[in-house]
């Protein structure tokens, strides 16, 4: 199976600007969840998506929301970027009921 | 809430010395434990795993026991390798209203020099 694959890989934004993200899962996996890293907090839990459904979320800003459309793809957006809104996010898939998660390379944005 | 508490580092080790990064966790119930590994420009990666009490998770000569009592989860290796550099972190995974919510500690920067 191919694994979690996640684009772009690299981005650079303007402040002020907004960016989507996208993210496929493992062939079968329902469940989406997006974390962003930084240096500092490390890994950030943001929210998680299951059949379309957002079912969790994390202490994140409205500026930052989420969808997942029928074949479990998932795409991440935040509006009106901050420089600190610089981090990796990473996608991660699971199957329902499994507790280990899958990861995607992430994607790298930087925010200028 | 549930958190996770482990060293930043860098921790930096010899080739073929012994490593321990620590990890603790705080959480109501019986959790499951992990610990994942990133290396350079990749995501993160399952090393091993532990689900209840004294289980112990061993993958890639890496072991850690789930020890309840202390609320810990170290994870050792007896003789630590170039290719072992990598971010390690702890996590915790518990089920909250029926979905499963992943807690990772910040990670741990292992770099081993030859």
């Known amino acids: 199976k191919a694994g979690v694959t996640q684009t772009p890989r690299y981005l650079i934004k303007t402040r002020g600007q907004q960016v989507t993200l996208s993210c496929s899962p493992i062939?079968?996996?329902?469940?989406v969840s997006w974390y962003q890293q930084t240096p500092g907090q490390g890994l950030q839990f943001l929210f998680e998506y299951f059949s379309e459904t957002q079912r969790n979320k994390g202490n994140f800003p409205g500026r930052f929301s989420g969808r997942q459309f029928s074949n479990s793809r998932s795409e991440m957006n935040v509006s009106t970027l901050e420089l600190g809104d610089s981090a990796l996010y990473l996608c991660?898939?699971?199957?329902?009921?499994?507790?280990?998660?899958?990861f995607g390379p992430g994607t790298r944005l930087t925010v200028t | 809430g549930n958190s996770v508490t482990q060293m930043e580092g860098p921790v930096t080790l010899s080739e073929e010395a012994f490593l321990t990064i620590n990890c603790t966790y705080t959480?109501?119930?019986?959790?499951?434990l992990f610990w994942y590994v990133q290396y350079p420009g990749e995501g993160l990666q399952l090393l091993l795993k532990a689900t209840k009490a004294d289980d112990k998770g061993s993958n890639k000569g890496f072991e850690a026991t789930y020890r309840k009592e202390t609320t810990s989860f170290h994870l050792e290796k007896g003789s630590v390798q170039v290719s072992d550099s990598a971010v390690y972190f702890c996590?915790?995974?518990?089920?909250?209203?029926?979905?499963?919510?992943?807690?990772f500690g910040i990670g741990t920067k292992l770099q081993v020099i030859p």
């Open positions: 959480a109501t119930g019986y959790p499951s």
């Open positions: 996590a915790l995974s518990r089920n909250s209203g029926g979905y499963q919510k992943v807690t």
């Open positions: 062939s079968g996996h329902r469940s």
């Open positions: 991660a898939s699971r199957e329902e009921g499994s507790y280990e998660q899958y």
